[in-house]
């Protein structure tokens, strides 16, 4: 048999094969798109609940709503301490970010770039925040600053929430640097510049949307905290989170649902960012801002 009729025979069982395999795809096809409309409606049906109850006019929810009103929004706005706790977790949030950004990149670059002798145990100390439940966490950290004598209030807040966060930066800059196009270093040193200089005018520009997209997570991560955070924080330092949570326990009122909203449109704006960042590399520009 020469050569050519052997990838005839060769393409006619793969046409055969494609073609049994069209057969069965409708019924599955149609069983996995049951399943997904399924999973979706189930996770994004509270959302649209909770959107929806938050224009309910009266202070009783009832479903269907007598009609729609902006009360509770404007009852948000007037509400002080609402206020000061979406302030403070914004104000937390940010500044989590940042020194997460700033202390967990460095690490991302050691855990790359160096081998050292227990260089798994510590990538897995790293992550342990993601793993240990938060509860564990807070109550660790609660008896360590306790016994080193640092006050409760906002130290307790960023060191506690720089500690859940950093993992999301070190996965997000370590998964880039994985393909990083060591090229570029080797050339900027060839060329005369340090080490320094190469960090900062070719390593960092080219592994920043990754460090972007980490802080973005850490942000999030930050902003919802709750269960961590009730332990470390003080009256005068009440997240946003929390601030829900006592307003469910003493009167539930559709300006907890607005204040929802408000959380769920920061969540979604954080993902659509992070979303723009990864369509942007896939286009080509994965090592550039």
Not at 279 to 287: F, I, T
Request: one cysteine or more; glycine letters at 6%.
């Amino acid at each position: 048999m020469g050569h050519a009729s052997k990838v005839s025979l060769l393409t006619n069982r793969t046409a055969a094969a494609q073609g049994r395999s069209r057969l069965s795809l409708p019924v599955s096809g149609r069983f996995l798109q049951g399943v997904t409309i399924f999973v979706y409606g189930f996770l994004y049906l509270p959302i649209v609940i909770v959107v929806i109850m938050s224009f309910h006019p009266e202070v009783y929810l009832t479903f269907p709503l007598p009609s729609y009103s902006l009360r509770w929004y404007e009852e948000l706005l007037q509400d002080e301490l609402m206020i000061r706790a979406t302030l403070t977790s914004l104000w937390i949030g940010g500044l989590t970010a940042l020194l997460s950004a700033v202390i967990g990149t460095p690490c991302a670059l050691g855990l790359v770039r160096l081998d050292f002798p227990g260089k798994r145990l510590v990538n897995t100390f790293m992550l342990a925040p993601m793993i240990i439940p938060q509860i564990i966490t807070g109550i660790s950290l609660l008896i360590l600053l306790n016994a080193i004598q640092i006050p409760r209030g906002y130290p307790y807040l960023i060191i506690g929430h720089v500690l859940l966060t950093l993992p999301y930066i070190v996965v997000t800059v370590s998964s880039q640097l994985y393909g990083f196009p060591r090229e570029l270093e080797e050339a900027a040193l060839s060329l005369g510049a340090n080490e320094l200089q190469v960090f900062f005018e070719v390593t960092l520009p080219l592994i920043a949307p990754s460090i972007f997209a980490g802080m973005l997570f850490a942000f999030t991560v930050s902003f919802q905290e709750f269960v961590a955070t009730q332990m470390w924080a003080t009256p005068s330092t009440y997240t946003l989170p929390i601030r829900i949570f006592a307003r469910i326990r003493d009167a539930l009122t559709p300006e907890v649902n607005v204040v929802g909203v408000l959380m769920i449109a920061v969540s979604f704006a954080v993902v659509a960012i992070v979303q723009i960042i990864f369509h942007r590399g896939k286009r080509g520009n994965v090592y550039g801002v």
